[in-house]
């Protein structure tokens, strides 16, 4: 910046509100009731401290507030829906000032003929779904907090969810970005292309990294034809070895409309069918259930025909013990909400431990086999709870506690022990301690201890070239140097 | 490195012939005769100049000769199979250390359950084509060039080719990256996840980084089911408009089956009846021809029967003009003949401009239909040949001289005003001027004009953070500071 470092610290709050104006700006210690919900961590464990929190309305704002905030040497943290996993949105430090994209939020353009959209970050994931389908085509990407997150922290955390199999990552659906960077310019990368091969690949340098290289501020997704015509499955079988069989058959069946297919342990039955009135759809003592959907745009596929006789073969094999299909929307909805609540119903059985590992295919059956015993061994009549995304090798191997156990004692004396040693299990298979989820500050003692420390210096000089300062959402990702 | 800079220039070779061996050096001066095949580019524009070329076959003698030669000073100009169309190995500084990977081409490991491959960087692509298919497995990435272009190079430039619509460029492929960074360390980055978010995205980063910012020594590859099960059209159609609607109606009946979906002018027919014995298999003055290919892993799956219908139903809507379908092997291979034989005929009706541009589908038209203007108004009677991959939005717009002007006029006058007026187009699209070839030293004056200042920047803060001393192919992918 050219002007000269005359400004006071008090001058900054002035400066703030002469951006985005007074009304979009909340002050600690003045606004603290408005405030407190931005601060509060969805799964109340730690509380966000700032200076004030910011709302911008434009990527011009967002960008004179990074120039004016790093002449200040203030640390920024962009705040979105609130519902990561890792306090990726988190500040710990009273002099921060968060950055809220929720008034960046138009949908900028539509392009019918390149199937493309051009959303501002502070969209909510949903209301993107919602456009495309407007226009007859289908946003794929889809989550639980798909109804309050926004795409912004989608793109920041390169969200997963259920359709990853076969679409992708958040990663894999967009086309470009726009961003501030941390000097206060703005990085126009907004390209609409599927071929681009003009320098480095800074799009997928800033999707994924938190909010440490810059805030996106908008971005283009490639579109979809919509899954007009759609079929689910809900199976059960012995072994996840069977399950990945059935994975397997249904991907060579099916080339590319295999869009979910998500393992469910039998716990997670038994627990659904405890705390809610979901019913398992076949019976409720097999081992495991899978619940996949294929999904085609050509309403003339004879998927549901295909799917029985898909399914009557692995029958006849012994692969599959029991199954049924979508007879109907209910039933489509039945699957999706066993699906939903699954999660939800696990706390109701007190403290649990939450995990977001991947590990290639080939080694799903290992990682749950082995992991079973491992934890049993470390705290006997420990209720593993594995479910999610086997198509894609991420499984959410959460553990809840003893029957007889409190939770104060799962949490003091058995959580550290057994993330740690589900975590080496992982990383033994070549596999990923985060998934899904990100880093954030939670997981910043995992990636010192298990990234691969090249990998960890390449970072660094990335994070140093681009915010020497280091006042881009501090903290996250990258573990200090010891 | 610890040890002192005690050593001379001299030095240099001895110490490189101690990593590798002297069998797996070649010296300027001394093996002239088996340097040269190395050294001419393959278009014969421009050759090389070096120092030596070194052969090593391991990662770790790669490691070595980029630390031995940053101990020196001495810039390298990683090699592979001398395909690529942008000087982006190419060496005019007479210090420079070659360094080809074609020894470091082991397939080191291919997971029938997890469906990847992990090969080092100097594998044919065709090698690695056939080892996916001995093993009921397909790795879809294929160009012109497969039979002799490495996969290092490939991932250096993320290549395209014909099968992008469906299955994506070389980055899309790939898991996970092995290389040696400029400080001479190896990043491990070889994941065979498909699911991982532990911090930066290097690998990407290193994809398409045409080896500025380090050597990629091997891959880890996703694979798909094989395409047992395949049908293709070669339709002809009066307007690009048309093709488009083809395009949209083949992707919305066939869902993630369109495995390629290639355009041809009439230009290139007339041509390739005069200079080849092949023939076009429809009536040869129809404005446009498309060939497309539709793709199974599902044998049962009635594609045959689906591509007539589809074909009928836009023949009976006047948009289709003239069909015909595979019916059997030797149709197929004709089709795909006649789109590879293309690319060659051309240089028989003299000098020519090749270009490589992208824009999104919905400015496809436009693209063309303004640029047979454009360049008609520079230099009339020019004969515009624009073809490709119609399916992704990049076409290869080459340009042929008018049939009475000499080559060396058409070059010297006119061949820099037609790039930069296309190029101009095409940037006024929102395209790309480089969709799938890349920059390397050809393409650097484009950077410097159209690419967006600040991605420029973040360019260079990035190579000069990896590469301070500027020793990784010199010259390559970003322009210098003016």
Redesign the interface.
């Known amino acids: 910046m050219s002007q000269q470092h005359t400004t006071t610290p008090d001058a900054l709050i002035p400066a703030l509100k002469l951006i985005v104006g007074e009304a979009n700006l909340l002050l600690s210690g003045v606004h603290d009731d408005a405030l407190t919900p931005y601060l509060e961590e969805s799964r109340q464990r730690v509380n966000s401290v700032c200076q004030c929190i910011v709302f911008p309305s434009t990527t011009a704002e967002v960008a004179q507030i990074v120039a004016t905030c790093r002449h200040h040497k203030t640390p920024i943290v962009p705040i979105g829906g609130n519902s990561g996993r890792c306090l990726g949105a988190h500040s710990d430090d009273p002099a921060t000032v968060m950055l809220s994209l929720k008034k960046l939020n138009r949908v900028r353009e539509i ?6 959209i051009t959303v501002e970050a502070g969209c909510i994931l949903q209301t993107i779904q919602e456009t495309a389908e407007k226009h007859g085509l289908f946003f794929p990407l889809s989550l639980g907090a798909e109804g309050s997150c926004q795409i912004g922290g989608n793109l920041a ?2 969200a ?1 969810g259920i359709n ?1 199999l ?1 679409y992708g ?1 958040t ?2 659906l967009t086309l470009g970005v726009e961003a501030v ?1 941390p000097n206060g ?5 907004l ?12 799009k ?2 800033l ?3 938190e909010g440490t ?1 810059g805030i996106i501020t908008a971005a283009t997704f490639t579109l979809s ?1 919509p899954e007009r015509n759609n079929e689910h499955g809900f199976i059960a079988v012995n072994t996840i070895e069977d399950a ?1 069989t059935c994975l ?1 058959q249904t ?7 295999v869009s979910c297919f998500e393992i469910i342990p039998n716990l997670a039955m038994q627990w659904l069918e405890k705390h809610s009135d979901l019913r398992c759809p076949i019976g409720n003592n097999h081992p495991w259930y899978i619940w996949y959907k294929i ?4 309403p ?2 004879s998927l549901a025909e ?1 799917n029985l006789a898909c399914l009557e073969a692995l029958m006849e094999d012994g692969i599959v013990i029991d199954a049924t299909v979508s007879q109907n929307e209910a039933m489509k909805t039945l699957f999706w909400q066993i699906r939903e609540t699954l999660v939800e119903v696990q706390k109701f059985e007190g403290a649990s431990v939450k995990f977001d590992v ?6 799903v059956a290992k990682l749950i086999n082995t992991g079973y015993t491992v934890v049993n061994d470390l705290c006997p009549d420990i209720r593993p709870y594995p479910f999610g ?1 086997l198509g ?3 499984i959410h191997f959460n553990l809840s506690r003893p029957e007889t156990m409190s939770d104060e004692t799962f949490v003091n004396h058995y959580k550290a022990t057994l993330v740690e040693a589900l975590h080496d299990l992982v990383d033994g298979l ?10 954030g500050s939670q ?1 910043i003692a ?2 010192a201890k ?3 420390p ?6 660094r ?2 994070k ?3 915010d020497p300062l280091n006042l881009m959402n501090p903290g996250k ?2 573990p200090p140097l010891k």
Do not use: C, W
């Open positions: 392009d019918i003929a390149n199937r493309t955390t390169n997963g990853v076969r990552n990663r894999d960077i310019t703005v990085f126009n990368g390209s609409a292309l599927r071929k681009d091969n003009t320098g480095y690949d800074l997928n340098l999707i994924g990294s290289l034809p990945i397997h991907n060579q069946v099916f080339t590319g409309k999904a085609s745009a050509n003339d596929d295909d991947s590990v290639p295919i080939s080694s995304h894609d090798g991420n070549d596999g990923s301690f985060s998934a899904e989820h990100g880093i997981k995992d990636m298990y990234k691969d090249i990998a960890l210096d390449m970072m000089r990335i140093h070239a681009f990702v990258i």
